[in-house]
């Protein structure tokens, strides 16, 4: 058995707002192994950011409330750290990278600075030594010519570029845990293509544990070891990555997966879920999920689910998980 | 072959930039393109940012003026009439936005977001306006509940309908879809793209598709055209290009579509570097930068459309 | 028509539902209710500078802010016609400041070009000009009055109106429901009168609310320096007239007082009102600390219910058999 890298354990955010609290996040476990790969995939509202900020200690109080079981990294638990510690920590031994480059970049800093800056706060470089790094890790993330782009500004380059600029930033130093929340959503194919291979080879090369939050299951069947699926705030399906694919167990994961137009598809109709994410101020009864759910029953509309074992290292939130539908 | 609604011949259009030191350069956003859409089909535009499927997407509107070429749009000359003209033409054409929140102007309710059309057009009467947006409602699938709501009401995909309900209000021949779903949540896609699809069966409208997820573009367009930087550089059949590209861009475009099948791992190509800026062009064929097959002569000469098969040119050596 | 009603009536409804806009809109009533029926609510004439034997008098029930140590007038008659100046000169300056700066922000946002170059440049030689020097001068060419107060004050106090109002007038010309409508062929008179002016017109009520409460203490400030209408009754130059008249020295602390809480209450009641429109208008400049309160209100114990009500029993282990993979 592999060692565990990060390990929660019911992990509740809640946004108290002035009508009514807002669930966002309602007890979710998760462990990431030393050097795996996690998918936690969900669409728009489903507290997979959340989630990935609550890791970080990034999310203020107010407005969100916190409450958790273990919140543990690497044998320390996060939640008794002070701020100036978490502050060590992120950086050190977790990075994050965002969505948009552009945003996580300071505009008015040469990239090569902002890099400089990273080894001089946390490794004590000297400045020389500082841009003999940085220039390295530029020319490791791919960066054309990087003893140039070393001086331009984030502005200066591309979307593509950008994002293997903050990959060399959040691989300087050599962290255990890294969270890529949607990396190449903003990219084009072709340069997704790219970033993803990066991030892969960066990922092997370091023995990095990855946390990937996207709502691309292509992404994800690219790059990840075991995916987790969020709907509505709670852990529907957690599987190994392969099982996941061929065979999904919850209607949810179905649905997701037809709605992803392979290349193979035929020229028809797409298969729909119907209707939309539930607002998460007002989550239905019962099931989250039963009133887009086709396989829909009366038990489903009243008794909430329960995360079930369901073999092979896999759990689902569901009645009727789908491998079973026959037998009932 | 069916009846052409739109024929563009050698488009082209450049934008004016001050450069750095005030020096005056131009934007290639489209150059030498033409194409045809079919009436009552879906023709595909694909392409990555800034290589100019937006601009011809306005070309075809008549909201940018080409330096050179024509469009007949169903059978009009559209590129050198009046504004007044214009403005007739363009009544039947209409256009759906990525973003379904910022199409919508967050202080109109439902109904005076539908109606604007009308009302533009004018000649309704309150009641006649009414009746009209509660079908179009129905036609898209929205509750007539919805009426005297706000867009800050309702979820991505209801806005993208109240969005298709607006461009429906006066009847266009020519829609263009520019990438319809991709602001949207994954599992509501296909609802919109269902919709499409069964709204151009039932009014027989003309689409131009724009995405650049060539996963959908196969699945809901009968004629397709690959762009880069500003060129067409391959175009026909759907399923002919997807089966067989031809162009080492569409190939690799292809290749980088992530398949979610998980054992079936074909075999990828990945391209270097980046896209070039439109300002300044690589020398030759546009995509010798990048291109994994590329010779000394693509460096030199641009290469023309090329028949490969019928319904089916590319533009490579 | 009856849309209008309805929205207008929700928006005013908005306003009495936030508790800062309640007691803005409550004390600005009040204050326009007071200037307007002024000679009915005070006792006496605060013009009156007859009664010399009544000369500083200290608070009391026939004089409930007691009169001036100079001339004997009534202090709280003064108070209350104080209003008056300050109302008019506030509520009209910011009531023209919002017209001008609007017409010249939509202008400068929506034509574009060399009208944009003109009226932004315009701007900056505004923003250079020393007020207070020029306010002397022009009251010396022009005679003292709150007519040309009002023109200053409106002459210098467009150009951040202007500017805000531009930057959000260019937002909605490039948004795309002002592309959808030009696709279904409407005028430009169309974009400007349905979308840009209603989508400008928040920023315009609530700078008018806002810039009204500052105008106010600087039409004190002027009234002070004695740069107002000499002939009229006003806060500052109650104040300039205690402080000249020896208030101090005689330790006649009401009399600087009284000009000073109308002075107050009324800025209080206008800043009030702005920021309540300014949370209305964008909701996410509700501050941290009113969520704090919020949160206080829905008291603890109802928290860690939210909290354990997502609880769940340990994962029960199904039986193997049951589990079959779908092929």
Same mark, same amino acid.
């Given at each position: 058995?592999?060692?565990?890298?990060?390990?929660?354990?019911?992990?509740?955010?809640?946004?108290?707002?002035?009508?009514?609290?807002?669930?966002?996040?309602?007890?979710?476990?998760?462990?990431?192994?030393?050097?795996?790969?996690?998918?936690?995939?969900?669409?728009?509202?489903?507290?997979?950011?959340?989630?990935?900020?609550?890791?970080?200690?990034?999310?203020?109080?107010?407005?969100?409330?916190?409450?958790?079981?273990?919140?543990?990294?690497?044998?320390?638990?996060?939640?008794?750290?002070?701020?100036?510690?978490?502050?060590?920590?992120?950086?050190?031994?977790?990075?994050?990278?965002?969505?948009?480059?552009?945003?996580?970049?300071?505009?008015?800093?040469?990239?090569?600075?902002?890099?400089?800056?990273?080894?001089?706060?946390?490794?004590?470089?000297?400045?020389?030594?500082?841009?003999?790094?940085?220039?390295?890790?530029?020319?490791?993330?791919?960066?054309?010519?990087?003893?140039?782009?070393?001086?331009?500004?984030?502005?200066?380059?591309?979307?593509?570029?950008?994002?293997?600029?903050?990959?060399?930033?959040?691989?300087?130093?050599?962290?255990?845990?890294?969270?890529?929340?949607?990396?190449?959503?903003?990219?084009?194919?072709?340069?997704?293509?790219?970033?993803?291979?990066?991030?892969?080879?960066?990922?092997?090369?370091?023995?990095?544990?990855?946390?990937?939050?996207?709502?691309?299951?292509?992404?994800?069947?690219?790059?990840?070891?075991?995916?987790?699926?969020?709907?509505?705030?709670?852990?529907?399906?957690?599987?190994?990555?392969?099982?996941?694919?061929?065979?999904?167990?919850?209607?949810?994961?179905?649905?997701?997966?037809?709605?992803?137009?392979?290349?193979?598809?035929?020229?028809?109709?797409?298969?729909?879920?119907?209707?939309?994410?539930?607002?998460?101020?007002?989550?239905?009864?019962?099931?989250?999920?039963?009133?887009?759910?086709?396989?829909?029953?009366?038990?489903?509309?009243?008794?909430?689910?329960?995360?079930?074992?369901?073999?092979?290292?896999?759990?689902?939130?569901?009645?009727?998980?789908?491998?079973?539908?026959?037998?009932? | 072959?069916?009846?052409?609604?739109?024929?563009?011949?050698?488009?082209?259009?450049?934008?004016?930039?001050?450069?750095?030191?005030?020096?005056?350069?131009?934007?290639?956003?489209?150059?030498?393109?033409?194409?045809?859409?079919?009436?009552?089909?879906?023709?595909?535009?694909?392409?990555?940012?800034?290589?100019?499927?937006?601009?011809?997407? %306005? =070309? *075809?509107?008549? !909201?940018? $003026?080409?330096?050179?070429?024509?469009? #007949? @749009?169903?059978?009009?000359?559209?590129?050198?009439?009046?504004?007044?003209?214009?403005?007739?033409?363009?009544?039947?054409?209409?256009?759906?936005?990525?973003?379904?929140?910022?199409?919508?102007?967050?202080?109109?309710?439902?109904?005076?977001?539908?109606?604007?059309?009308?009302?533009?057009?004018?000649?309704?009467?309150?009641?006649?306006?009414?009746?009209?947006?509660?079908?179009?409602?129905?036609?898209?699938?929205?509750?007539?509940?919805?009426?005297?709501?706000?867009?800050?009401?309702?979820?991505?995909?209801?806005?993208?309908?109240?969005?298709?309900?607006?461009?429906?209000?006066?009847?266009?021949?020519?829609?263009?879809?520019?990438?319809?779903?991709?602001?949207?949540?994954?599992?509501?896609?296909?609802?919109?793209? %269902? =919709? *499409?699809?069964? !709204?151009? $069966?039932?009014?027989?409208?003309?689409? #131009? @598709?724009?995405?650049?997820?060539?996963?959908?573009?196969?699945?809901?367009?009968?004629?397709?055209?690959?762009?880069?930087?500003?060129?067409?550089?391959?175009?026909?059949?759907?399923?002919?290009?997807?089966?067989?590209?031809?162009?080492?861009?569409?190939?690799?475009?292809?290749?980088?579509?992530?398949?979610?099948?998980?054992?079936?791992?074909?075999?990828?190509?990945?391209?270097?570097?980046?896209?070039?800026?439109?300002?300044?062009?690589?020398?030759?064929?546009?995509?010798?930068?990048?291109?994994?097959?590329?010779?000394?002569?693509?460096?030199?000469?641009?290469?023309?459309?090329?028949?490969?098969?019928?319904?089916?040119?590319?533009?490579?050596? | 028509?009856?849309?209008?009603?309805?929205?207008?009536?929700?928006?005013?409804?908005?306003?009495?539902?936030?508790?800062?806009?309640?007691?803005?809109?409550?004390?600005?009533?009040?204050?326009?209710?007071?200037?307007?029926?002024?000679?009915?609510?005070?006792?006496?004439?605060?013009?009156?500078?007859?009664?010399?034997?009544?000369?500083?008098?200290?608070?009391?029930?026939?004089?409930?802010?007691?009169?001036?140590?100079?001339?004997?007038?009534?202090?709280?008659?003064?108070?209350?016609?104080?209003?008056?100046?300050?109302?008019?000169?506030?509520?009209?300056?910011?009531?023209?400041?919002?017209?001008?700066?609007?017409?010249?922000?939509?202008?400068?946002?929506?034509?574009?070009?060399?009208?944009?170059?003109?009226?932004?440049?315009?701007?900056?030689?505004?923003?250079?000009?020393?007020?207070?020097?020029?306010?002397?001068?022009?009251?010396?060419?022009?005679?003292?009055?709150?007519?040309?107060?009002?023109?200053?004050?409106?002459?210098?106090?467009?150009?951040?109106?202007?500017?805000?109002?531009?930057?959000?007038?260019?937002?909605?010309?490039?948004?795309?429901?002002?592309?959808?409508?030009?696709?279904?062929?409407?005028?430009?008179?169309?974009?400007?009168?349905?979308?840009?002016?209603?989508?400008?017109?928040?920023?315009?009520?609530?700078?008018?609310?806002?810039?009204?409460?500052?105008?106010?203490?600087?039409?004190?400030?002027?009234?002070?320096?004695?740069?107002?209408?000499?002939?009229?009754?006003?806060?500052?130059?109650?104040?300039?007239?205690?402080?000249?008249?020896?208030?101090?020295?005689?330790?006649?602390?009401?009399?600087?007082?009284?000009?000073?809480?109308?002075?107050?209450?009324?800025?209080?009641?206008?800043?009030?009102?702005?920021?309540?429109?300014?949370?209305?208008?964008?909701?996410?400049?509700?501050?941290?600390?009113?969520?704090?309160?919020?949160?206080?209100?829905?008291?603890?114990?109802?928290?860690?219910?939210?909290?354990?009500?997502?609880?769940?029993?340990?994962?029960?282990?199904?039986?193997?058999?049951?589990?079959?993979?779908?092929?």
């Amino acid at each position: 058995m592999s060692e565990k890298i990060l390990d929660i354990k019911n992990l509740k955010v809640i946004f108290p707002a002035s009508s009514n609290v807002i669930r966002a996040v309602e007890g979710i476990d998760l462990t990431v192994d030393k050097g795996q790969c996690v998918a936690i995939v969900g669409e728009s509202g489903c507290g997979k950011s959340v989630t990935s900020m609550a890791i970080m200690r990034l999310l203020e109080t107010p407005p969100a409330l916190i409450q958790t079981d273990a919140l543990t990294f690497d044998g320390k638990e996060l939640t008794a750290l002070s701020q100036k510690e978490m502050q060590n920590i992120r950086g050190r031994d977790i990075s994050l990278i965002f969505q948009d480059a552009l945003t996580a970049l300071n505009p008015v800093m040469t990239i090569g600075h902002q890099l400089d800056e990273v080894y001089i706060r946390h490794e004590k470089l000297k400045k020389k030594q500082a841009k003999c790094k940085s220039v390295e890790s530029l020319r490791l993330v791919g960066v054309p010519d990087p003893e140039r782009r070393y001086h331009d500004y984030p502005h200066q380059l591309s979307g593509g570029l950008r994002q293997r600029v903050l990959i060399a930033m959040a691989f300087a130093l050599n962290p255990k845990l890294m969270i890529a929340d949607e990396p190449t959503t903003a990219l084009d194919v072709t340069i997704q293509a790219q970033v993803l291979d990066l991030l892969k080879i960066m990922q092997k090369a370091h023995k990095t544990s990855l946390i990937l939050i996207t709502h691309d299951l292509s992404v994800v069947s690219y790059m990840a070891d075991v995916v987790y699926i969020m709907y509505a705030g709670k852990i529907v399906e957690k599987s190994p990555l392969k099982p996941l694919l061929r065979a999904p167990l919850h209607p949810y994961t179905e649905g997701l997966l037809a709605s992803v137009p392979g290349l193979s598809g035929t020229n028809g109709r797409f298969i729909q879920i119907p209707d939309a994410v539930p607002d998460p101020a007002n989550k239905p009864e019962g099931c989250y999920f039963h009133p887009r759910c086709r396989y829909c029953t009366e038990q489903c509309k009243t008794q909430k689910p329960r995360l079930t074992e369901a073999g092979h290292g896999r759990l689902v939130r569901c009645w009727y998980p789908l491998g079973r539908k026959e037998e009932v | 072959m069916g009846e052409p609604l739109i024929l563009a011949a050698n488009l082209s259009v450049d934008f004016p930039v001050r450069g750095a030191l005030g020096k005056k350069k131009k934007v290639h956003a489209v150059s030498d393109v033409s194409l045809t859409i079919e009436k009552g089909k879906t023709f595909g535009l694909v392409g990555e940012s800034g290589c100019g499927k937006t601009t011809l997407a %306005n =070309l *075809l509107l008549g !909201l940018v $003026k080409p330096d050179a070429g024509s469009i #007949l @749009f169903d059978g009009k000359e559209i590129t050198d009439i009046s504004q007044k003209q214009l403005k007739i033409v363009r009544r039947d054409m209409q256009m759906i936005f990525q973003d379904p929140l910022s199409s919508l102007n967050p202080r109109f309710n439902i109904f005076r977001i539908i109606s604007e059309p009308l009302f533009i057009r004018g000649g309704y009467t309150r009641k006649q306006m009414e009746a009209r947006v509660l079908e179009l409602l129905e036609l898209v699938g929205l509750p007539a509940s919805s009426l005297h709501r706000y867009p800050s009401d309702f979820s991505g995909g209801q806005r993208q309908r109240i969005g298709i309900a607006r461009a429906l209000a006066l009847n266009p021949k020519f829609l263009v879809c520019d990438e319809p779903v991709s602001a949207l949540d994954v599992s509501v896609h296909a609802q919109i793209l %269902n =919709l *499409l699809m069964d !709204l151009q $069966k039932e009014l027989s409208i003309t689409y #131009l @598709f724009i995405s650049h997820n060539l996963a959908v573009v196969r699945d809901i367009c009968q004629s397709v055209a690959v762009m880069y930087l500003g060129k067409v550089v391959e175009t026909g059949n759907a399923q002919t290009i997807f089966d067989h590209p031809v162009h080492p861009y569409t190939q690799s475009l292809l290749s980088a579509v992530l398949d979610v099948d998980a054992d079936n791992k074909r075999e990828r190509i990945i391209l270097q570097g980046d896209i070039p800026s439109p300002i300044d062009l690589p020398t030759g064929c546009r995509f010798h930068t990048r291109c994994p097959n590329a010779r000394p002569e693509c460096a030199i000469h641009s290469p023309e459309l090329r028949e490969i098969e019928s319904h089916h040119r590319a533009a490579c050596y | 028509m009856k849309d209008r009603i309805k929205d207008l009536s929700g928006f005013l409804l908005k306003i009495w539902r936030h508790p800062k806009g309640r007691v803005g809109a409550v004390l600005i009533a009040l204050l326009i209710f007071t200037a307007i029926l002024a000679p009915l609510i005070a006792p006496y004439d605060p013009y009156d500078v007859t009664a010399r034997s009544e000369k500083g008098l200290a608070p009391s029930l026939s004089h409930l802010l007691g009169t001036t140590i100079t001339t004997g007038q009534d202090i709280f008659s003064m108070l209350i016609y104080g209003t008056r100046v300050s109302l008019l000169v506030g509520v009209v300056s910011g009531l023209s400041i919002a017209f001008l700066g609007a017409i010249l922000g939509v202008i400068s946002g929506f034509l574009g070009k060399w009208a944009d170059m003109l009226i932004m440049r315009l701007v900056d030689v505004m923003l250079v000009i020393p007020t207070l020097p020029l306010t002397i001068v022009l009251t010396n060419l022009f005679g003292k009055s709150y007519g040309l107060i009002i023109f200053i004050f409106t002459l210098f106090g467009w150009t951040g109106l202007a500017r805000v109002v531009r930057s959000q007038v260019l937002i909605i010309k490039k948004s795309t429901y002002v592309k959808a409508a030009q696709l279904a062929g409407a005028s430009d008179f169309h974009i400007m009168f349905r979308h840009i002016l209603p989508g400008v017109s928040h920023l315009l009520i609530m700078n008018t609310a806002l810039t009204s409460a500052g105008i106010m203490v600087a039409e004190a400030g002027l009234s002070f320096l004695g740069l107002g209408d000499p002939t009229a009754i006003s806060w500052g130059k109650m104040l300039a007239e205690a402080q000249s008249g020896g208030a101090l020295l005689f330790g006649h602390w009401w009399w600087i007082l009284a000009p000073g809480i109308g002075i107050f209450v009324s800025v209080f009641a206008f800043m009030r009102l702005g920021l309540a429109l300014e949370e209305i208008f964008n909701p996410r400049m509700r501050r941290t600390s009113s969520i704090r309160k919020l949160w206080k209100s829905m008291n603890g114990a109802y928290l860690q219910d939210v909290f354990h009500s997502m609880d769940e029993e340990p994962v029960p282990v199904l039986q193997k058999e049951r589990v079959a993979v779908r092929e």
